[in-house]
């Protein structure tokens, strides 16, 4: 069935029909966005990322994350690029992992990393969940996904449970472009594309014949030309957003100086590219990831019935981007339904052109508090020591029981200590939680009712033994 990936499109009366079953969550079936799934062991799926699915972000007028969206559009032309951004967010394990490569064993499969709704379903950690479908399909020469993604990680300012991506691809097709000279095809599209002065900087050779090989159906010639159209369309995505960005600096503070722009290219590892590389750009001191891209694997095109297209795909963060662009300092703020936040957006995506800077409301005052515990000692005393403890305890859980309970009153977790009892081999933890809320100041009691609730979600949850 060539049009099957249309059963993931979501319909827009889906969200009003999604508010009435969320929560409504069976030992046997669930339901998300209207649809019925059943349950099973691996069902990991807390409420409070249920009932943020139907928010959709980067659809919403005016939200920072649909600006970002769309100016990443304007730079990928309709109809050369036909942009999809309404697939629905639970999909197969064979569409977020065996149909671009992933081994078996792969980390990112494990329950620790990754929302299962059943063994076979999971909300998808990455838009190239949707690559295969797209292909197959074969609408266009090149299409942009933009979608909610979803992974189990660490709480701070620029990690949330939720984020969004922008998956990119533009294929060319042997049989259909002059004299079947893809390498001559793409150069012509590259010459069309603009020039840009930005300094870029190269670490690493380009390619390695082991770790970031050519591959073998590609020309060298071919492999090239179609690695620096990628580049080229990704560096002006970056020049387009950091030139917005410096106007709406200016129009805060006119005596505004900026730091010339620095990016690089670094190899990358993707199961479903090569070669691969990853976009950083150096900002307030650090080199930061934003994208990951590289040449698809053919392998990929074959199973899509397209052995004879070949060509380039990207994925990109949205909310770093979003945070580069209008310089938001906290990532919780996306979530934000007060008007101090949504209100400074309001008519930019009908003015991309005059994009203003966020300005931050008062920061309401930090709450730290601790929580130590041992963890199981059944898991220190099965001969392992130290070693079992780590297999089945993963730091990621203890995120999602803080989060689960916090929401967004939590704004960081991390762990100040660590220690292992030198004669029973017990390991000891110690996390530090900030809870603050975005919109008021928290009483101590507030607090303390957040945290009590921590605690004993950590022993019922977890076994741990609070010190
Ligand atoms: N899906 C990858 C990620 O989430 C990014 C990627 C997309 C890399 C497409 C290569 C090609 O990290």
């Not at 999909?91 to 992933?102: E, I, P, W």
């Not at 073998?216 to 030139?243: C, G, N, Q, T, Y």
């Not at 392998?299 to 019935?305: L, P, Q, V």
């Not at 809870?435 to 009590?452: F, Q």
Request: net charge negative.
């Amino acid at each position: 069935m060539p049009l099957q990936f249309h059963r993931f499109v979501d319909s827009p009366q889906e969200g009003t029909i999604l508010m009435f079953f969320l929560g409504t969550k069976s030992s046997e079936t669930t339901t998300i966005g209207g649809r019925s799934y059943q349950t099973d062991e691996w069902h990991n799926l807390p409420s409070n990322i249920a009932s943020s699915i139907s928010r959709k972000l980067h659809v919403q007028k005016d939200h920072p994350i649909c600006i970002t969206r769309a100016i990443i559009e304007s730079r990928f032309p309709s109809p050369t690029y036909k942009y999809h951004n309404t697939f629905f967010p639970v999909v197969s394990t064979h569409q977020n992992f065996d149909s671009l490569g992933f081994p078996a064993d792969h980390p990112g499969r494990s329950k620790t990393d990754t929302y299962y709704v059943n063994k076979d379903t999971v909300l998808r950690t990455h838009t190239s969940a949707h690559q295969a479908d797209v292909f197959r399909a074969n609408e266009s020469e090149g299409f942009l996904i933009s979608a909610d993604v979803y992974r189990r990680d660490a709480i701070d300012r620029s990690h949330y449970p939720i984020f969004h991506q922008m998956e990119g691809a533009r294929m060319w097709d042997r049989t259909k472009v002059p004299n079947g000279d893809i390498t001559a095809a793409v150069w012509k599209d590259l010459e069309a594309l603009p020039t840009h002065s930005m300094k870029v900087e190269y670490p690493n050779p380009p390619t390695h014949p082991e770790r970031n090989p050519l591959q073998k159906e590609h020309s060298p010639d071919e492999a090239e030309v179609i690695a620096a159209h990628l580049k080229r369309s990704l560096e002006l995505v970056v020049r387009d957003i950091f030139s917005r960005a410096k106007a709406a600096a200016i129009a805060a503070s006119p005596d505004f100086v900026d730091e010339p722009l620095r990016v690089r290219w670094i190899e990358a590892y993707f199961p479903f590219t090569s070669p691969s590389w990853e976009l950083e750009i150096f900002w307030q001191g650090d080199w930061l990831e934003v994208l990951g891209c590289g040449v698809v694997k053919q392998d990929i095109m074959e199973k899509a019935d397209l052995p004879q297209q070949l060509g380039w795909a990207f994925g990109i963060g949205l909310e770093r981007i979003a945070m580069l662009l209008f310089e938001i300092p906290d990532i919780r703020l996306f979530w934000s339904q007060d008007e101090r936040f949504l209100g400074q957006f309001k008519g930019l995506s009908d003015n991309l052109e005059n994009l203003k800077r966020f300005v931050p409301f008062s920061k309401y005052p930090a709450c730290y508090k601790d929580v130590a515990f041992w963890l199981r000692s059944s898991s220190s005393s099965a001969g392992g020591g130290s070693r079992a403890n780590t297999q089945d305890f993963h730091e990621n859980d203890v995120m999602e029981i803080v989060r689960d309970i916090g929401g967004d009153v939590v704004e960081d977790v991390a762990k100040v200590d660590e220690f292992t009892h030198p004669k029973t081999g017990r390991k000891s933890l110690c996390y530090r939680i900030n809870y603050r809320s975005l919109e008021k100041t928290l009483t101590n009691e507030e607090a303390n009712r957040y945290h009590d609730r921590v605690r004993n979600a950590l022993i019922e949850k977890l076994g741990v033994e609070l010190r």
